[in-house]
């Protein structure tokens, strides 16, 4: 039995629904759109969450283990929606061994969230990522297209800060 993901409830419209339903009717009988449809239902939703996970498989007609497999095997798909201010730090080598797990745990410790996770008011989401491409200022994290770079977890409130959080 699968679970849900994420700690924010779905909130999907009728509107999402009746766009997915029409993707879903486009490719049916097709099993080889499955990874079609999980990108365009990405694309609708922002994120796959267990929901909608549940409408691909039965529309498809394919396990709904098959869908999560699908979504947790390629990095393209998030099963948690990504917050107003998507922070992400690089785990990448260079990052990694100045610290950027230091900045994960001073993250995780302020947000109240894991990495992969979304606070629950949707405000910020928190991730891992690999090499950004900016090993010079390891370790990094953005926030959205931002970029902050030579930090220590002893930075992090004041980032924080300013984007109000």
């Known amino acids: 039995m699968l679970k849900k993901i994420s700690n924010i409830p779905f909130k999907g419209t009728p509107e999402q629904q009746a766009k997915l339903e029409a993707v879903i009717a486009e490719c049916k009988g097709d099993k080889s759109m499955l990874m079609?449809?999980?990108?365009e239902a990405q694309e609708i939703y922002g994120y796959l969450p267990?929901?909608?996970q549940v409408m691909i498989a039965e529309g498809m007609d394919v396990p709904l283990e098959k869908v999560y497999?699908?979504?947790t095997f390629?990095?393209?798909?998030a099963l948690s929606p990504k917050g107003e201010y998507n922070i992400s730090v690089c785990l990448?080598?260079?990052?990694y061994v100045k610290g950027a797990q230091e900045l994960i745990d001073k993250l995780s410790e302020c947000l109240g969230i894991e990495s992969g996770e979304c606070t629950p008011d949707g405000r910020v989401s928190l991730e891992a990522c690999r090499c950004i491409g900016a090993c010079g200022l390891a370790p990094v994290l953005t926030v959205n297209d931002e970029v902050y770079g030579k930090l220590t977890?002893?930075?992090?409130p004041d980032i924080l800060a300013k984007y109000g959080i």
Do not use: L, N, P, W
């Open 36 to 39: 079609h449809v999980m990108q």
């Open 50 to 52: 267990y929901e909608v």
């Open 69 to 71: 497999g699908v979504s």
């Open 74 to 77: 390629y990095a393209q798909f």
């Open 92 to 95: 990448g080598t260079a990052c």
């Open 153 to 156: 977890e002893k930075d992090i």
